[in-house]
């Protein structure tokens, strides 16, 4: 935390030097010469490190923490949530406030614009009550419009709801929907990567948007315009390799523009009902009979332990398999491509694959 309050080091660098040192406080403890030696560090931000007045700020913030029930994970933590964990600008603090539960179910974003009409809230009531009594989380961003329906719905529904803050979890902004903030937190709540001293700026609503779409498997944007908060989320999420959905409209509407925006530029599926969602993320699908193959073809080393992985584990995500085999994307799709062209593999909505 201390290290993340020194202005301009930035999360990536931070990233860079625990790889090289190994913890926080051995960044911290560095001498001025170490400091020094650091190729690219300029002075300002040398003299932060270390910086008596950042851990105050720290002893501030856990005092807050603990006097209200807030939790605080790193990135480096166990119970740091697992897809958020896989982006490369993953927050290295997250502040969660609530009664939620990170780990289990499959997390879905509904995002979209604060000027809601009433047919969006008709569709995410109806949307909504479609994942009634399945696996999933709904998270979103606790603002006006599609936000708020989302979480209100959702709360209806007895679906864990999160909602994703551009500031402290010390309060609501905008300060209208507190309300339904509180009412979130015994199945599910808020969380940030913001402290409690960080306004809700107008670059912080944009710099949460990557953690809305982190966190899921999925992003449904309901209604937008070509540009806005919501278009960031489908991207942020698009670059995740993650699951986009887009609620198309009449083509007359503004509302409707960024949604058929993304649907044209293949960026989006279209999406109509629940079950669109629900097949992609493979929960309604009935499960296939396992049934034990003898191989007859030959396979190289990568083909092999993939192979053999799948038959351990069964179905397994994209993020999870490049993650078991220590593999980077671009050299695990060719490799995926080979398997399921000699029929030994197949792919599976929401980016899962499984032996054929």
């Known amino acids: 935390m201390a290290l993340s309050y020194v202005p301009k080091l930035g999360a990536k660098r931070i990233r860079d030097l625990m790889q090289h040192f190994g913890t926080a406080a051995n960044i911290w403890n560095l001498t001025q010469k170490e400091k020094n030696a650091i190729q690219g560090l300029n002075k300002a931000v040398s003299n932060g490190i270390g910086k008596e007045e950042y851990l105050e700020l720290v002893d501030s913030e856990l005092n807050f923490c603990n006097a209200h029930q807030v939790s605080v994970s790193s990135l480096y933590d166990d119970d740091y949530p697992y897809l958020l964990q896989q982006c490369i600008d993953a927050p290295l603090i997250l502040f969660q406030r609530g009664n939620m539960n990170l780990k289990d179910g499959k997390f879905i974003a509904i995002v979209g614009t604060r000027k809601m009409t009433s047919r969006g809230k008709d569709f995410i009531k109806e949307l909504i009550g479609g994942f009634h009594n399945q696996p999933v989380s709904i998270v979103s961003g606790l603002a006006f419009g599609v936000d708020a329906q989302a979480h209100l719905s959702s709360i209806e529904n007895n679906l864990q709801t999160i909602g994703v803050l551009a500031h402290g979890v010390n309060q609501i902004f905008p300060k209208t929907n507190a309300s339904i903030g509180y009412k979130m937190m015994n199945n599910g709540g808020i969380l940030s990567e913001f402290s409690t001293f960080h306004a809700p700026e107008p670059e912080n609503f ?103 992985l799948l038959k351990r584990k069964g179905k397994l995500h994209i993020d999870f398999l490049a993650l078991e085999l220590g593999m980077a994307g671009y050299q695990l799709m060719p490799v995926l491509l080979d398997l399921e062209l000699k029929n030994l593999i197949e792919p599976l909505p929401g980016k899962y694959f499984d032996l054929a």
Request: aromatic residues 6%; glycine residues 6%.
């Open 206 to 308: 944009l710099r949460r948007n990557r953690i809305i779409a982190g966190l899921c498997e999925a992003t449904i944007v309901v209604e937008s315009g070509l540009a806005g908060g919501a278009m960031s989320t489908a991207r942020h999420a698009n670059n995740y390799n993650r699951d986009v959905f887009a609620v198309p409209g009449r083509p007359t509407d503004h509302s409707a523009k960024g949604c058929h925006h993304l649907i044209k530029n293949h960026q989006a599926f279209l999406l109509t009902e629940a079950e669109d969602v629900l097949k992609f993320l493979n929960i309604s699908q009935k499960k296939k009979k396992n049934i034990q193959k003898e191989l007859f073809v030959e396979l190289s080393e990568p083909e092999q332990k993939l192979y053999d």
